[in-house]
């Protein structure tokens, strides 16, 4: 059975082929074998895909992942019904720290309208910049935070007003 995922907002179809002697998984119909994963988790990894080794940091978010490969930030979630209706219903309307850190720059006031995906907040955490983005189109009603202040990981970051269906 495929799964489909969100990687930068794009959909992506990932069917895994076979788990052992070692994980071959189709992306988009290209088949590709996976070695050496390490442990699951928030932080460094690494692993080894179609014979290329890949270093990258994962941090865990409320709707999927964030990781660092190469430079570049990369959003990964699962699309299908019930995680859709999930992020609809509850948490689509906050910006949530993926991990501890330090706020490095905010982008976006209180009364600011967003689309989804462009940046209101650009964190550190473990030496490593990221930007938070908006989780739907809509209106910034509160920014919770300064720059330089700290928080942890889940603290609620911003918040964006409730859609005008929902009164």
Do not use: C, N, W, Y
């Not at 070692?22 to 460094?44: M, S």
């Not at 990964?76 to 999930?86: F, G, N």
């Not at 989780?135 to 603290?155: L, Q, S, W």
């Amino acid at each position: 059975m495929p799964f489909k995922l969100a990687i930068d907002g794009k959909p992506h179809s990932l069917t895994i082929l076979a788990r052992r002697p070692q994980l071959v998984v189709a992306v988009d119909g290209r088949r590709h074998v996976v070695e050496t994963v390490d442990a699951a988790g928030d932080g460094r990894r690494a692993l080894t895909i179609d014979g290329a080794e890949t270093g990258f940091v994962r941090a865990e978010t409320v709707e999927g992942a964030l990781l660092r490969i190469d430079g570049r930030t990369i959003e990964v979630r699962r699309l299908d019904a019930a995680t859709e209706a999930s992020a609809a219903g509850s948490g689509a309307h906050l910006v949530r720290a993926p991990m501890p850190g330090i706020v490095i720059s905010i982008h976006k006031t209180a009364g600011d309208s967003v689309r989804r995906g462009e940046t209101v907040i650009t964190i550190e955490s473990m030496k490593l910049q990221m930007k938070l983005d908006a989780p739907r189109d809509g209106e910034i009603a509160e920014i919770g935070i300064r720059e330089g202040e700290g928080f942890e990981k889940d603290a609620v970051l911003a918040r964006l007003a409730a859609p005008a269906s929902e009164g």
